[in-house]
């Protein structure tokens, strides 16, 4: 199977390579007459005289033989340098880092980074007892009977650092925790959690999101009812499922929490924000805000309940609060409303 980050490459550089096709080819030392749409013998099949003619039609460094058919620029350039796929993605790279930059964009569109999203969530399987999931989250007294299938265990997800000029290289492939973000509309993009040996990567970005776009979305630990707990981290959202049994949903960060999207069928909302009092109060203000927003909202039948935990030591969030409690080192606010 084509590994789900390299098929975003590739296609990142297919994006960028659109309709410079001719400059590229022409970068990487291919024959002047070939750009130039002489009709020449094949370089692909190596045969006849004049059967071959570089077109470029769709601006994908098209090709046509009346022997062998069409092609890309792909395809031509490993014919022409004796190169494999590999090595050819690598030139276009490097040769398009060196032409100058147009406003094509290198993004990816949404729908691109849905569609990748949904095949890596398909890569992946529910969470059993005993995966590096489970044991990871049982490591944090995190550990469920059953999880919910908004989780899932990657056995092998491609680890990327960024290189340069933004281009990004698969380091490894670790065991990972991946988690669905969901809109009313559906999957929005993934939460991933890189766990090596059953443990987070020791490393800034062993949590990350594989797209941005997902304002107001949310990780669904259960289906809300009329009551809904939401808070930050999907580790918070565990302890606070644990300690609850409330539907719980997260925003995956304070920026996030504040615009949290919030059905109108709820009359209950509880947020459990973090302590980031040792800090700026990010967590606090961002709780405050979407308390505020939620209270405000109209509902059918009236306004809604509305209640805010934090912590009560600086710097601490649910999970830890949970950690601490279940190892009996701390006495802590109950979790629960009065
Ligand atoms: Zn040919």
């Not at 090595?87 to 147009?102: D, F, I, Y």
């Not at 990748?116 to 007294?141: C, F």
């Not at 800090?279 to 606090?284: A, E, L």
């Amino acid at each position: 199977m084509l590994d789900a980050d390299y098929a975003a490459r590739i296609d990142a550089v297919r994006r960028r390579a659109h309709g410079r096709w001719t400059e590229l080819l022409g970068a990487l030392g291919l024959d002047e007459r070939m750009l130039k749409r002489k009709p020449m013998a094949c370089p692909v099949c190596k045969d006849g005289v004049d059967r071959f003619q570089f077109t470029d039609k769709f601006g994908e460094g098209n090709y046509h033989c009346r022997k062998c058919g069409p092609g890309g620029g792909f395809k031509l350039l490993q014919a022409c340098t004796g190169t494999d796929f590999h090595a050819a993605l690598c030139a276009v790279e490097k040769a398009l880092g060196t032409l100058p930059h147009t406003a094509r964009s290198a993004e990816p569109s949404p729908e691109w980074m849905k569609k990748l999203a949904q095949r890596i969530w398909n890569e992946a399987r529910p969470v059993t007892v005993g995966d590096a999931v489970d044991r990871y989250l049982r490591s944090r007294r995190l550990g469920l009977a059953a999880y919910p299938p908004s989780l899932r265990f990657h056995p092998a997800l491609g680890y990327y650092r960024k290189e340069g000029e933004g281009k990004a290289r698969k380091v490894a492939e670790y065991p990972a925790m991946l988690a669905s973000v969901q809109s009313p509309q559906g999957l929005v993009t993934l939460h991933r959690t890189y766990l090596p040996d059953g443990c987070k990567l020791d490393a800034e970005d062993a949590k990350k999101l594989l797209s941005g776009g997902y304002v107001g979305a949310s990780v669904q630990l259960a289906a809300a009812t009329d009551e809904l707990a939401v808070c930050e981290g999907i580790e918070n959202g565990i302890a606070v499922l644990l300690a609850t049994g409330k539907p719980v949903w997260c925003a995956m960060n304070a920026a996030n929490l504040e615009k949290l999207w919030v059905p109108d069928t709820v009359r209950r909302l509880c947020i459990y924000g973090d302590n980031d009092a040792g800090t700026d109060f990010t967590g606090q203000a961002s709780a405050y805000a979407l308390a505020r927003r939620a209270r405000r909202e109209p509902v059918p039948g009236g306004t809604r309940q509305v209640d805010v935990f934090i912590p009560r030591q600086p710097g601490s969030d649910w999970a830890e609060v949970w950690r601490q409690r279940q190892e009996g080192a701390q006495k802590e606010p109950r979790l629960h409303a009065a």
